[in-house]
């Protein structure tokens, strides 16, 4: 016999308001209805609160290694404040403004970074400024007061010392009228000390004026042919003679015009 097809009416007859009942084939059992319910509640989509979150692991931003910028030139400049200095013929007060122009020159051959240190030598070493921006110093006419003695082998040895700490390129630069005749570091201490200096790249440039004899910096290991000279007797002399030492290729040494321009012909004697 022919069943009658379902109506709305008699499916909703049937199964009365158990929605799972329309899911089910007709005669399931309670039990079957329960299951096939459970099973299909299984299966419903996740919510949002019971989604389960992706974890991630952060990650780092790249970056390029930064290389360490180098260090800032360092040029110390020993003076002769002596007695004597007080009679140089080219006339102290101008020497001493030649001295000021030239030390201002120093971030032009070095650097804009580069660093000065400004000492003073007669019978003992006045340290007026160490390892300060060149281009923000400018000396005194105090701290170049003549008087006393000169010690230019104390003031070269403690130079040195100093400059073996610096880690960046240094170069040493001292300027005196006389012999030396107050240092306790003999020329022998120091010549060891200046081998020890030049094995670590340290420059120097001896400018002797008047009285000063470059014999006795060869005895201290100065290489006079290359990185020392004579200066002439004007005050231009002298701010000539810095400034070639400031600017000095090591490589090449004190050049013939370096010599010429710090010396000056017979007519300027």
Known sequence: MHKAA?????????????????????GATDAQLVAELARRQSKKPKTTEEETEIKTEPVEPKT???EPKPEPDLVIVLVDQSGSMQAFPGG??????????????????????????????????TKHATRVPAADFVPTDPMMQPEGMTAWRDAVMSAIED?????????IVVFTDGEDNRSTTTPAALKVKMDEAK???????????????LEE?????????RHAMRVGKRA???GCSLRAAFGKQVSVGLTPEDRATAFGSEDEE
Not at 199 to 213: H, N, P, Q, V
Not at 217 to 225: C, H
Request: cysteine-free.
């Open 236 to 238: 231009k002399h002298v």
């Open 92 to 125: 102290w007060d101008e020497v001493r403004s030649e001295v000021k122009k030239s030390i201002q020159k120093i971030p032009e051959e070095r650097g804009e970074t580069s660093l000065v240190s400004f000492w003073t030598f007669n019978s003992d070493l």
């Open 6 to 26: 379902d109506t709305p009416s008699t499916k909703r007859a049937r199964d009365g308001d158990n929605p799972a009942a329309s899911l089910l084939f007709e």
């Open 217 to 225: 910096a060869a005895e201290a290991g100065i290489d006079v042919a």
């Open 64 to 66: 390029e290694p930064v």
């Open 199 to 213: 094995s670590r790249g340290i420059d120097f440039t001896f400018l002797g004026a008047e009285d000063a004899k």
């Open 163 to 171: 400059a073996l700490t610096h880690p960046g390129n240094t170069r």
